[in-house]
């Protein structure tokens, strides 16, 4: 649900909406509501960012909005950017294919200025170490063995 009395936040010549806790489709009327507040307070160019780090939970009633704000903003001649480092909203983009269109941006400042997350930041330390103690060495290469019989 946005903060600040759902009113986007102007930064620089952007609008910033931000969202917490959790969005569905029971939570979501607020998010869409500072949507179109900023899509309508600003006529011209659109540059958007949806902030969603403090996003505990997400299900893909934030596609439909989200979607619209972003072809609003292309319309526009603008973008829509989104902060978040949410596993749950990583799934929604992944799984509908939308990842392209909606890649992470760790911070404001880095969706600003158009650096997005790097995937392997949002792994945790201990499922990089897992992943690296079960690969084998790049000199170990299994080999298929044949049983001989003996007898």
């Known amino acids: 649900m946005p903060t600040q009395d759902e009113a986007p936040a102007l930064f620089e010549e952007c609008r910033i909406v931000r969202a917490h806790g959790v969005l569905d489709t ?7 509501r500072a949507l179109a507040a900023a899509r309508a307070a600003r006529p011209g160019r659109l540059l958007l960012i949806v902030d969603l780090s403090e996003v505990t939970f997400t299900d893909c009633s934030i596609l439909t909005p989200l979607c619209e704000a972003w072809s609003d903003c ?4 603008g973008w829509i950017r989104i902060v978040y480092d949410n596993h ?3 799934l929604v983009f992944r799984h509908t294919g939308l990842l392209d ?3 992470a941006y760790p911070n404001a400042q880095d969706a600003w200025e158009g650096r997005t997350a790097d995937a392997a930041l949002h792994l945790p330390a201990s ?14 290469v299994p080999r298929r063995t044949t049983r001989q019989d003996t007898s």
């Open 26 to 32: 029971r939570t979501v009327a607020p998010l869409v």
């Open 74 to 77: 292309r319309a526009r001649g």
């Open 88 to 90: 749950t909203t990583d």
């Open 101 to 103: 269109r909606f890649p």
């Open 127 to 140: 499922a990089i170490l897992a992943a690296e103690a079960h690969r084998p060495a790049e000199d170990v």
